[in-house]
């Protein structure tokens, strides 16, 4: 069989090659992964949402771990662009907002539907933390770092702990409340970041 013909289960021939059939393939990964969880996720599974062969998967990804790590890669949204000029914590406010619209599901990424897997699969948590968390941790430290340099945020305040609040209040609230943060209370989750700083004393004439 060649690499521009995949034969499916169901003995449809599709002949997508290329990027198109690896869009076809990690939207069936998650579609699957939405559907039955982690944990009945199988090769077989994703083939046959995707009307392909097994063959085309094992060909890219030796496992359903590395499979699903590449969907969740493909589906997460780039992080907007820092503009020139603006303060830290309006970047901070960008990069938060961009992360509540992933949960929200206001993007191809699966959102809550992994959150909440995250609990129950080990697994699923280890690929979750490399694929999402660590990349965007990264860049919150940038960030802090960005305000650090610019008299923006104290370095004495600024802990290991401190990229990690962010996305953490953000996750908890939509855990309780199964509701994105609006966003006053984004706004105030960057305040808990990176305070606002006092207004000047005024000079004594």
Request: hydrophobic fraction near 40%; include cysteine.
């Amino acid at each position: 069989m060649s690499q521009a013909t995949e034969t499916a289960p169901t003995g449809i021939r599709s002949r997508r090659r290329g990027e198109v059939l690896e869009r076809a393939l990690y939207e069936a990964t998650l579609a699957e992964l939405a559907e039955v969880g982690y944990g009945g996720l199988t090769m077989e599974g994703i083939a046959a949402r995707a009307q392909t062969g097994k063959a085309a998967l094992y060909r890219r990804w030796c496992s359903k771990h590395d499979l699903v790590h590449a969907a969740l890669v493909f589906a997460l949204p780039p992080v907007p662009e820092p503009r020139s000029g603006r303060s830290a914590r309006d970047t901070l406010l960008t990069l938060f907002t961009a992360h509540r619209d992933v949960l929200a599901g206001k993007t191809a990424f699966p959102g809550l539907h992994i959150v909440h897997q995250l609990l129950h699969e080990p697994e699923m948590r280890a690929i979750f933390a490399d694929a999402v968390v660590c990349p965007r941790l990264q860049i919150v430290e940038s960030i802090l770092q960005t305000a650090i340099d610019g008299g923006e945020l104290d370095p004495a305040t600024v802990t290991s702990l401190t990229a990690r609040v962010g996305p953490a209040l953000i996750n908890h609230h939509f855990l309780l409340t199964g509701e994105p943060p609006n966003r006053r209370e984004l706004a105030l989750i960057v305040d808990t970041v990176i305070p606002p700083r006092a207004p000047a004393s005024p000079t004594s004439p």
